[in-house]
């Protein structure tokens, strides 16, 4: 991080196998980005337990966490992940192929969802897990029975969950309100 890269990026965040890489290990990468203006965000809570997302977010100061579906195992930090509403980018078809659940069905996203925590839909190296985005929503909905106010939900919080302006995040709300009642 010698240069200065702020026009071309915004965020720092990592992946890749949780487990033998404590967030506490790159904590000094992440003082470093946070220096710069980065935004911060790493895996953490797919296949790592909820304290690697404690450690996240306290050594890491992380505002987004990439998958985080294992924070279940802890009340307090769910309680935490939706009083600040930090974002959890969950990618469910991955989960299932990597094992965390066994099937769609047991996934928490939605649980989640109803707890108000800012959950939102992704896919995962699509060519590799299979599941593209739609692919992830079509399997949510046809497991869950999803309404149409679940599905924009979701959405919003895609959006929310952004790095985007928070003027631009306004704008596609307003649009997305706008086609679904329109």
């Not at 949510?140 to 790095?163: E, P, Q």
Request: aromatic fraction near 8%; charge should be negative; proline fraction near 4%.
């Amino acid at each position: 991080m010698a240069d200065d890269y702020s026009d071309d990026f915004v965020a720092l965040g990592m992946a890749s196998t949780e487990i033998g890489n404590p967030p506490n290990k790159f904590q000094r990468l992440y003082e470093l980005g946070k220096n710069r203006g980065y935004k911060l965000q790493t895996h953490s809570g797919e296949e790592g337990s909820a304290d690697l997302i404690w450690g996240s977010l306290e050594a890491m100061q992380v505002k987004r966490i990439d998958h985080g579906v294992r924070c279940t195992e802890d009340p307090l930090l769910v309680d935490h992940l939706k009083s600040h509403q930090i974002p959890l980018t969950v990618c469910p078809l991955s989960n299932v192929r990597l094992r965390v659940f066994d099937k769609i069905e047991d996934h928490n996203i939605i649980d989640l969802l109803k707890k108000e925590v800012l959950v939102t839909v992704n896919s995962d190296d699509p060519a590799y897990f299979g599941g593209f985005l739609n692919d992830n929503y079509h399997a949510l909905i046809d497991a869950f029975d999803l309404d149409k106010t679940d599905v924009l939900a979701l959405v919003k919080n895609g959006f929310r969950a952004s790095y985007l302006p928070e003027d631009r995040v306004q704008v596609f709300m307003d649009e997305l309100d706008r086609v679904v009642d329109g």
